[in-house]
């Protein structure tokens, strides 16, 4: 990756700072495209607690949220501050009030249906999009309710690349995979600015593929760096992929007898 020297830092930071989503004025007043657009990873939240009452209607959320063959292939693990503490010996990230490990669950709906007998990859596939669904709707739900939020794969040992880890602690039986955590609270200050997005004409075409402008791409790589940097002052982008490096190995192997029930060969 290449490097960001002081002057690519500022330009790249102010870019970040002057970053917006881009709605028609039409519909600037929509209320809940509005709570979709200003939803934030909070990274720093109060000791404030969050009503049971307000939690039960975040999980509900999830548990209503669309999946394919409406087959819910989808667990949550529901956590206070005290129960996380509890179990894993360590506080929630952030200083947290609650948390949800969010997992891809094939191991449930086999015991009435067979949708994928034949095709682990495509069952494994489907249940990691149906609990990304239930994820984001739990994550829209908090934000619509004042509930700041973070999606978490690593931090912590809270995801994926522990995904090991958390069988164990969890018990889960084959099929049933930890995909992220989320961590809710009140946000404590102002929120953050929008992480650099990619424009739209980037990501969206029609017809064929296209492939993306390389300037573009290399000006997003540059705000990203130093984005991470702004946010992480005594780390760096390239660090934080290195861990996640060093850690998917391993978890490339432990998934594999999550998913399969068998070692890689």
């Known amino acids: 990756m290449s490097k960001l020297g002081p002057v690519g830092f500022v330009r790249s930071l102010g870019r970040i700072l002057r970053g917006k989503p881009q709605v028609p004025p039409s519909l600037a007043d929509n209320e809940l495209l509005r709570t979709l657009l200003q939803r934030r990873s909070v990274r720093s939240f109060t000791a404030q607690a969050i009503p049971d009452d307000v939690f039960a209607a975040i999980l509900e959320a999830g548990r209503v949220a669309p999946s394919s063959v409406n087959l819910q292939t989808w667990s949550f693990a529901a956590f206070t501050s005290e129960s996380w503490a509890a179990t894993f010996d360590q506080p929630l990230p952030f200083r947290g009030q ?6 891809g669950d094939t191991h449930r ?15 494994y596939t489907v249940a990691v999009m149906n609990a990304s669904l239930a994820a984001m709707a739990m994550n829209i739900a908090a934000e619509a309710l004042g509930v700041s939020s973070v999606m978490l794969s690593e931090t912590g040992r809270s995801g994926l690349l522990d995904a090991a880890y958390l069988k164990e602690m969890l018990a889960l039986p ?4 930890p995909l992220l955590t989320i961590i809710f609270g009140y946000a404590r200050g102002a929120y953050p600015p929008m992480p650099p997005k990619l424009p739209l004409d980037q990501i ?3 017809g064929r593929y296209r492939e993306a402008d390389p300037a573009v791409m290399a000006d997003w790589q540059a705000q990203m760096m130093a984005g991470y940097k702004a946010s992480h002052m005594r780390s760096s982008f390239d660090a934080q992929l290195r861990v996640y490096q060093a850690k998917s190995g391993k978890a490339e192997a432990d998934l594999r007898q999550m998913i399969f029930g068998k070692p890689e060969r």
């Open 98 to 103: 609650r948390a949800v490990i969010v997992m």
């Open 109 to 123: 709906a086999r015991q009435v249906i067979q949708a994928f007998p034949d095709s682990p990859l495509v069952e």
């Open 174 to 177: 084959v099929g049933v995979t």
């Open 204 to 206: 969206c075409f029609e």
